[in-house]
């Protein structure tokens, strides 16, 4: 009898190192020897060029998520406030829009919209079955371009623990809020929500000295596991019905671009072996597991393991209470506050405190120096935001955002201003522009380039 096949047993975890860190003596050899590709996503100096795309859940209270003031001169309202110290680095930019995420005729479901269209600015269907359908997500668009540059074409991370199938918001599939990242319309990009995965992916398992030989057996391995998916498909594939034939036809094409990770991964043979103890796993602490994530995105970019990066602090919708800051409510109860003062405080504290976190991140990237002497944050385009606006009425319009980094000196932070009714799109598509991707006519519901970023 032939082996069911199990699709999350062989897409889990492909990889196991980083390569070394971008070094003022590698970008002359690397600029005579990067082709295709691997040209993008560098500024001009040659040092690497990220992208980063960071959700918070439910919304914010649209009077304290804000800035006061415009151009240079503005300050940050209450929610933003832990950012103050990187004011010179950020963009606080009202007036972006998420229609796609709007009601229109299918009803309730904002916080699977809000999620599911984020970063694929289309309006996702409405489903609790497996016939899930959103869009190709930017920062895939973005990683089929500049992937193959780096040992990770992009890294999908999620502080929230979910179930992904099945239904979870008002007939909507719960793979829209467990999912930022889409590589096809049909096919999300599961998240890994576990810190030891994600730290045994980027430098392998074991101790400090054992990390080297653990890849060795983990790339032979990997090639096992994919001659034998290969095998049995093959098998499979005269009994399958013409949908079924198509669905694995799919899978197939999944496997086949894991098959090409590995050889990209293979032929970086410079491998560190950090002087860190492998995280033990999720940390009870909910404050201390953003850190955690937080901190190995820092190092997939610092070290030049990826690009591109996306992570979920939250799904849409999560009820999630915070005991860290006093808070016993769910979040998702209290952001329909229905403008109760002590409600809306508690959202405030909340807001704050996702905000402290990304002020931590900000800070970390800031404090790492790049092959060009600037700092990691400078070399970087990293949007923090919700597909929410006021989480108390479940409006699209005027987004709560903000836009860090220089993008390598091609952007102009330090301000606030209004984009006056953009698509989040237009912003997306102007980022790929500064990644060196070639330009897209039209992404998701845009209607142009966002000018002034």
Same mark, same amino acid.
């Given at each position: 009898?032939?082996?069911?096949?199990?699709?999350?047993?062989?897409? &889990? =975890?492909? /990889?196991?190192?980083?390569? @070394?860190?971008?070094?003022? !003596?590698? *970008?002359?050899?690397?600029?005579?020897?990067?082709?295709?590709?691997?040209?993008?996503?560098?500024?001009?100096?040659?040092?690497?060029?990220?992208?980063?795309?960071?959700?918070?859940?439910?919304?914010?209270?649209?009077?304290?998520?804000?800035? &006061? =003031?415009? /151009?240079?001169?503005?300050? @940050?309202?209450?929610?933003? !406030?832990? *950012?103050?110290?990187?004011?010179?680095?950020?963009?606080?930019?009202?007036?972006?829009?998420?229609?796609?995420?709007?009601?229109?005729?299918?009803?309730?479901?904002?916080?699977?919209?809000?999620?599911?269209?984020?970063?694929?600015?289309?309006?996702?269907?409405?489903?609790?079955?497996?016939?899930?359908?959103?869009?190709?997500?930017?920062?895939?668009?973005?990683?089929?371009?500049?992937?193959?540059?780096?040992?990770?074409?992009?890294?999908?991370?999620?502080?929230?623990?979910?179930?992904?199938?099945?239904?979870?918001?008002?007939?909507?599939?719960?793979?829209?809020?467990?999912?930022?990242?889409?590589?096809?319309?049909?096919?999300?990009?599961?998240?890994?929500?576990?810190?030891?995965?994600?730290?045994?992916?980027?430098?392998?398992?074991?101790?400090?000295?054992?990390?080297?030989?653990?890849?060795?057996?983990?790339?032979?391995?990997?090639?096992?596991?994919?001659?034998?998916?290969?095998?049995?498909?093959?098998?499979?594939?005269?009994?399958?019905?013409?949908?079924?034939?198509?669905?694995?036809?799919?899978?197939?094409?999944?496997?086949?671009?894991?098959?090409?990770?590995?050889?990209?991964?293979?032929?970086?043979?410079?491998?560190?072996?950090?002087?860190?103890?492998?995280?033990?796993?999720?940390?009870?602490?909910?404050?201390?597991?953003?850190?955690?994530?937080?901190?190995?995105?820092?190092?997939?970019?610092?070290?030049?393991?990826?690009?591109?990066?996306?992570?979920?602090?939250?799904?849409?919708?999560?009820?999630?209470?915070?005991?860290?800051?006093?808070?016993?409510?769910?979040?998702?109860?209290?952001?329909?506050?229905?403008?109760?003062?002590?409600?809306?405080?508690?959202?405030?504290?909340?807001?704050?405190?996702?905000?402290?976190?990304?002020?931590?991140?900000?800070?970390?990237?800031?404090?790492?120096?790049?092959?060009?002497?600037?700092?990691?944050?400078?070399?970087?385009?990293?949007?923090?935001?919700?597909?929410?606006?006021?989480?108390?009425?479940?409006?699209?319009?005027?987004?709560?955002?903000?836009?860090?980094?220089?993008?390598?000196?091609?952007?102009?932070?330090?301000?606030?201003?209004?984009?006056?009714?953009?698509?989040?799109?237009?912003?997306?598509?102007?980022?790929?522009?500064?990644?060196?991707?070639?330009?897209?006519?039209?992404?998701?519901?845009?209607?142009?380039?966002?000018?002034?970023?």
């Amino acid at each position: 009898m032939t082996t069911p096949l199990n699709r999350r047993r062989f897409l &889990r =975890g492909m /990889g196991a190192c980083l390569a @070394l860190p971008s070094l003022e !003596a590698f *970008l002359p050899r690397a600029a005579a020897a990067t082709t295709g590709a691997a040209r993008f996503a560098t500024t001009a100096s040659g040092a690497p060029l990220r992208m980063a795309f960071l959700y918070f859940p439910n919304g914010a209270v649209p009077s304290h998520w804000t800035a &006061r =003031g415009a /151009g240079d001169d503005f300050k @940050l309202e209450n929610t933003l !406030a832990p *950012l103050e110290a990187m004011k010179h680095r950020l963009q606080v930019i009202s007036g972006l829009d998420l229609k796609n995420a709007e009601p229109g005729n299918d009803g309730a479901g904002d916080h699977a919209r809000a999620n599911g269209s984020f970063l694929t600015g289309v309006r996702v269907k409405k489903t609790a079955g497996s016939d899930i359908r959103a869009g190709v997500s930017i920062d895939q668009i973005a990683a089929q371009h500049i992937g193959r540059g780096t040992r990770f074409a992009s890294l999908e991370l999620s502080c929230d623990p979910h179930r992904k199938s099945g239904g979870c918001d008002s007939g909507y599939s719960c793979a829209y809020e467990s999912n930022l990242a889409w590589r096809t319309p049909t096919s999300p990009l599961s998240p890994e929500s576990n810190p030891r995965l994600v730290f045994e992916r980027l430098f392998g398992a074991g101790d400090p000295g054992q990390r080297g030989e653990s890849l060795a057996r983990r790339r032979a391995q990997q090639r096992s596991i994919l001659d034998f998916v290969m095998d049995d498909a093959k098998s499979l594939t005269k009994e399958l019905t013409h949908r079924d034939k198509a669905k694995m036809d799919e899978y197939l094409t999944g496997v086949r671009e894991i098959e090409e990770r590995i050889v990209t991964a293979e032929s970086f043979t410079d491998i560190p072996d950090p002087d860190m103890a492998t995280p033990d796993g999720i940390p009870q602490a909910y404050d201390e597991y953003i850190r955690l994530m937080f901190q190995m995105t820092a190092l997939a970019f610092e070290t030049d393991a990826t690009r591109v990066a996306s992570l979920l602090l939250a799904r849409d919708g999560s009820n999630r209470a915070f005991p860290e800051i006093e808070v016993a409510e769910g979040h998702h109860a209290l952001s329909h506050h229905r403008d109760n003062a002590d409600m809306v405080h508690k959202v405030t504290l909340i807001d704050r405190f996702y905000a402290e976190r990304f002020a931590e991140f900000l800070s970390l990237i800031e404090s790492k120096k790049d092959a060009d002497g600037q700092s990691v944050l400078h070399n970087s385009m990293i949007v923090y935001g919700c597909g929410n606006s006021d989480g108390n009425r479940h409006t699209h319009t005027n987004l709560p955002i903000v836009l860090a980094g220089n993008g390598g000196g091609a952007f102009h932070p330090g301000r606030a201003w209004d984009a006056k009714e953009n698509p989040l799109c237009n912003l997306y598509l102007s980022m790929l522009d500064t990644m060196g991707a070639p330009p897209l006519e039209r992404f998701g519901d845009s209607t142009g380039r966002l000018a002034g970023v």
